[in-house]
């Protein structure tokens, strides 16, 4: 068909005559660009069997077609990897809402571990992204739950730097005054890692000055040894 069409315009450019071929000609050939441009599919339809290592990579590289196509042959949503990673760990700290929305919808487990404990709100943390936080909140995941390491999404958030995390976990309720297995809170680790913003953010909402760790540190020393001393002769 696009051999007939170029063909014809070759015997139009041929033949043209006068100013009203011209325009004849300028009107299919923008009825030909119109009719011949459909616009591409970001998403092309994944044909085959999608095995799990698929499945895991994808989720990982948020290609939620090759999702989509492993649950639709009734695939295991949270088949995991040697580190008891599932799918939604990895979307959920690479930041791939839709992939992350997808699985959970699907049958994935909100509140599957890992070897380290960690469930996907850690690793939603960990990674940012906010809206992938608020979707597992959504399917029930717990904004308190610790780690092996006693570690609450707050300490996570609050170590990797996400201030608009912290604060949205603040505003959900989260408890601000939980202590990890070496005793920190996330405010000791937010004057210890020069996280002024989510300090500032942690004492306003509250946050326990006074606690010490189990090595009987308190945030008076962790913000004497801060390089940002200065800042803090407002606590």
Request: with cysteine; hydrophobic share 35%; charged share 25%.
């Amino acid at each position: 068909r696009v051999r007939m069409i170029a063909s014809d315009l070759h015997c139009e450019i041929v033949d043209l005559s006068g100013e009203e071929n011209i325009t004849e000609l300028c009107k299919r050939k923008k009825k030909i660009k119109t009719t011949y441009s459909p616009g591409l599919s970001t998403e092309i339809p994944v044909v085959g069997h999608v095995d799990p290592a698929e499945f895991m990579n994808a989720a990982t590289q948020g290609k939620l077609n090759v999702i989509d196509k492993y649950l639709a042959d009734g695939g295991n949503p949270n088949v995991h990897d040697e580190l008891k990673r599932t799918a939604l760990h990895r979307a959920s700290l690479e930041g791939h809402a839709t992939v992350v929305q997808s699985l959970l919808e699907k049958g994935a487990d909100v509140n599957f571990k890992d070897r380290l404990g960690s469930r996907a709100i850690h690793w939603a943390c960990r990674g940012g992204s906010l809206e992938v936080v608020k979707a597992l909140k959504s399917h029930g995941d717990d904004l308190n739950v610790r780690d092996k390491l006693y570690s609450t999404p707050l300490h996570v958030a609050t170590r990797t730097g996400h201030t608009t995390i912290v604060e949205y976990l603040l505003s959900c309720g989260a408890k601000i005054n939980c202590r990890d297995r070496e005793g920190d809170t996330a405010l000791h680790d937010a004057v210890r890692l020069n996280r002024y913003k989510i300090a500032k953010l942690l004492i306003f909402a509250g946050a326990d000055t006074k606690i010490k760790n189990h090595a009987g540190e308190s945030l008076d020393r962790h913000a004497f040894e801060a390089p940002f001393v200065s800042s803090w002769k407002w606590i």
